[in-house]
């Protein structure tokens, strides 16, 4: 691991040391994908506590994630300007403000809007750190695998901890300890770089950035993440279809973590010694036969395999999307983009989740990943033969 003081706009303006940099930036990564990690359990505690059907709670999610892609996507297009450790610190705000609400709000739109008001906090915090591991380190491929790997293990505790604060309620437990870990984490924030996103900006503008490659990535992560969204959003539901009670379930997703960590891992340790096309196309192609055995009703035996794959490949898959994101655009902004739109889709794929349960049934939600990911296959060989044909001397990269 290796931070980048190339430019003067990935300069970090911190006095920390590299491994130092890198743990501040992992933490803010994992509080910036709090409602990713955790999008199951709160379906389910929505379902048990206020007695909500799927399509319903699913909204919830998706407004808590459109909400979070969202923030992402206004840092990356330019409307927020501030030092990343003040997005930070913000974003933090605004995530304590939202689960408060979330906590004492029952009526169902103002308990929509609590969702999308932590959402954006959570889209600060997440952008926040994607542009510290696309700006202040040389190998983004290898960080951004490391990073992830800390937050699995990170979200292993917090699952083990769930059935445990189901006795304060079916959500409510989970959100005062989440808004406890938010509250001590934002000091830390101050320790992250004091980039000014309006310089990098700036300075990006002159650029001549390969906008056909970015549509391919930004398009083809979409369709993919979309047809993801609607397994993961409900791999709950699918469990306990699967035979398994609330607390197995919870068990089982804590264990998974162990898949997500080899994965994030393996990719950091892989970098792009085999390129990038082996990756991207091997993990969309894997990813989506994972949500087809999870999805596989009758098959109940399919259900933990199917988990522990998805949570390995999603784990593998994700730093190179952010890798290839870093390779278009060194100044953080499309990786920034490319995460809040992987964000926006999984929270799409969960509202589509719940209408495709409520009008075909569980099983189909392993067709509609695998519909996607099909797509998105021939958008990714679309790319990567983009990249080739404008660096032809770095096949290696590719």
């Known amino acids: ?22 743990l501040i930036v992992t933490l803010t990564k994992f509080i910036g994908v709090l409602g990713l990690l955790l999008m199951p359990l709160q379906i389910g505690g929505f379902i ?9 709670a699913g909204m919830l999610a998706t407004a808590e994630v459109f909400s979070l892609g969202g923030g992402l996507i206004l840092v990356s297009l330019g409307f927020i300007k501030l030092p990343l450790n003040r997005l930070a610190i913000i974003g933090g705000i605004i995530v304590v403000i939202g689960y408060v609400l979330s906590i004492f709000v029952e009526y169902y739109p103002g308990l929509v809007l609590a969702r999308a008001i932590t959402g954006l906090g959570m889209g600060f915090i997440n952008a926040a750190a994607t542009m510290a591991i696309a700006t202040c380190f040389v190998d983004t491929d290898r960080t951004a695998g490391n990073v992830f790997a800390l937050v699995y293990l990170g979200s292993a505790v917090l699952y083990l901890a769930t059935p445990f604060l189901s006795q304060f309620g079916h959500y409510q437990g989970l959100f005062t300890l989440l808004i406890i870990i938010v509250t001590l984490a934002m000091p830390l924030f101050r320790l992250l770089p004091k980039t000014n996103l309006g310089q990098i900006q700036a300075n990006e503008s002159n650029e001549n950035l390969p906008w056909l490659s970015i549509i391919l990535l930004l398009a083809g992560e979409a369709i993919l993440f979309v047809g993801l969204g609607t397994c993961w959003g409900f791999a709950e539901r699918l469990g306990i279809n699967s035979g398994l009670d609330a607390k197995g379930v919870s068990f089982y997703l804590a264990w998974s973590v162990v898949a997500t960590i080899i994965g994030a891992t393996f990719a950091g340790w892989l970098g792009t010694r085999m390129g990038r096309s082996p990756p991207l196309l091997g993990g969309a192609l894997l990813t989506s036969l994972a949500c087809v055995l999870m999805a596989s009703t009758g098959m109940d035996a399919a ?21 290839t994101a870093a390779l278009l655009d060194s100044n953080g902004r499309v990786a920034a983009a490319v995460v809040g739109t992987l964000i926006f889709c999984y929270g799409g794929g969960a509202a589509l989740g719940g209408w495709v349960i409520e009008n075909f049934s569980l099983s189909a939600l392993g067709w509609v990943a695998l519909t996607c990911a099909a797509l ?3 958008i990714f060989i679309s790319l990567l033969s983009q990249l080739q044909g404008n660096q032809p001397g770095k096949p290696s990269a590719l």
Do not use: C, D, W
């Not at 430019?7 to 040391?17: F, I, Q, V």
């Not at 048990?48 to 319903?56: A, D």
């Not at 259900?303 to 890798?323: D, H, K, R, S």
């Open 376 to 378: 998105a296959f021939i």
């Open 48 to 56: 048990e506590g206020l007695g909500l059907g799927e399509t319903r």
């Open 1 to 22: 691991m290796t931070v980048n003081h190339k430019t003067p706009t990935a300069s970090t303006e911190s006095k920390l040391p590299e491994r130092g940099l890198f």
């Open 303 to 323: 259900y933990l395999p199917g988990l522990m794959l998805y949570q390995a490949t999603t784990a593998f898959l994700i730093p190179y999307l952010i890798g």
